[in-house]
T-cell receptor, first 112, second 109 residues
């Protein structure tokens, strides 16, 4: 049982490049989330998907797009990476009200 | 939106109970309080959650005040491996969880 799996674990991009961060869960979660964490700070919500086929903005959505491909997969895309997007990105899944989130181990992204 | 306030840092002697406070004065009646911890830069690890009643599991106890404006996470016998950043969060706006900056707990030998 893998839980929440994120790929890649590490990535270095140059300014202006694009990439997609992948997240897959095998816990049958209805909701999925993307957070970013900058050094010394807490997690900030980028986007979330309450159910398959729906997505909504969180606190810091600018510069990102998401796709809920199916119930298992929720991807985060950076169309034109900027140094300000250097961060650790966490994906999480949850079942609904009253249920906790389960997190992946993160993708460490550096934009030069 | 309900948000939480936690002290930035705390120390605790190994083997003693660690009591981590959290204020959530704007919490509404149907919002749960969740506690997570993060060791180094790993993904946050779920600890415990509750709505109104006190809760206990194999990791910790959660004490919620009667007015639900604050709560305390208790690690009954802290070990060095409990050194981490602890987050108290409230689920707001349906499916959104908002994290603050948490409490950095250091367990001292």
């Amino acid at each position: 049982n893998a839980g929440v799996t994120q790929t890649p674990k590490f990535q270095v991009l140059k300014t202006g490049q694009s990439m997609t961060l992948q997240c897959a869960q095998d816990m049958n979660h209805n909701s999925m989330y993307w957070y970013r964490q900058d050094p010394g700070m807490g997690l900030r919500l980028i986007y979330y998907s309450a159910s398959e086929g729906t997505t909504d903005k969180g606190e810091v959505p600018n510069g990102y797009n998401v796709s809920r491909l199916n119930k298992r997969e929720f991807s985060l895309r950076l169309e034109s990476a900027a140094p300000s997007q250097t961060s650790v990105y966490f994906c999480a899944g949850g079942q609904g009200v009253g249920s906790p989130l389960h997190f992946g181990n993160g993708t460490r992204l550096t934009v030069t | 939106d309900a948000k939480t306030t936690q002290p930035p840092s705390m120390d605790c002697a190994e083997g003693r109970a660690a009591n981590l406070p959290c204020n959530h004065s704007t919490i509404s009646g149907n919002e749960y309080v969740y506690w997570y911890r993060q060791i180094h830069s790993q993904g946050p690890q779920y600890i415990i959650h509750g709505l109104k009643n006190n809760e206990t599991n194999e990791m910790a106890s959660l004490i919620i005040t009667e007015d639900r404006k604050s709560s305390t996470l208790i690690l009954p016998h802290a070990t060095l491996r409990d050194t981490a950043v602890y987050y108290c969060i409230v689920r707001v706006a349906g499916n959104q969880f908002y994290f603050g900056t948490g409490t950095s707990l250091t367990v001292i030998p």
